[in-house]
């Protein structure tokens, strides 16, 4: 072989050499780069999601509106079965019922928040909500289901909503689903009915 064409070709080499070499150094390079910017988007992903708090509530309907309920303060959702109208009561304490050997006030919230009655139906249900203190079920007409809402998307500020449902309001949705603050609701006096028997 010719030793010029030897040296040539060895040069060859030791450039290709170099070049796959330089290669796989950007390459090692660009794969600590795309880790590097795949955990920056992780950690802001993170924070994101931790900035963007939501809240669990439980959907239903009264008189056609949409309402919700936080669900931590809901214990379980019974249907509408036997139940005994309690006499010298306010219109909106619908009766008592027993839940589990539990005995009940349950309180018809439209009539609470004067909106239109509908009547009982079969399919309706009792939301029983508790707190440290109160224990008590809410009328429901019927369930929807259970969902997240995200806090930065619940309007707080109500200037369409005025009366007593103003008062027991955490805040209402862009898709004008009316969230009840439960902890009010379970605080509330005038809610609670006590019988004082002399004897």
Not at 28 to 38: E, H, N, S, Y
Not at 83 to 101: A, D, E, H, Q, W
Request: aromatic letters at 6%.
């Amino acid at each position: 072989m010719n030793e010029g064409v030897y040296v040539k070709r060895r040069r060859r080499n030791e450039l290709s050499k170099e070049k796959i070499n330089s290669v796989l150094q950007l390459d090692v390079q660009g794969k600590k780069i795309l880790r590097a910017r795949t955990e920056a988007l992780a950690a802001e992903s993170q924070v994101a999601n931790k900035d963007e708090a939501c809240i669990e509530i439980l959907e239903f309907i009264l008189s056609y509106e949409h309402y919700g309920i936080e669900t931590s303060y809901i214990e379980q959702v019974y249907p509408l079965k036997e139940y005994t109208p309690l006499p010298c009561t306010p219109s909106f304490i619908l009766g008592i019922m027993n839940v589990c050997g539990l005995i009940l006030s349950i309180i018809d919230i439209k009539k609470f928040f004067d909106l239109p009655a509908k009547g009982l139906a079969e399919w309706d249900k009792v939301i029983i909500v508790h707190n440290n203190e109160m224990e008590f079920g809410i009328l429901a007409d019927a369930i929807v289901g259970i969902k997240s809402i995200l806090l930065d998307e619940i309007q707080t500020s109500l200037p369409t909503l005025t009366g007593i449902r103003e008062k027991y309001l955490k805040g209402i949705t862009k898709d004008s689903l009316v969230i009840l603050d439960a902890d009010k609701l379970l605080s509330d006096k005038t809610i609670i009915i006590q019988e004082e028997v002399n004897q």
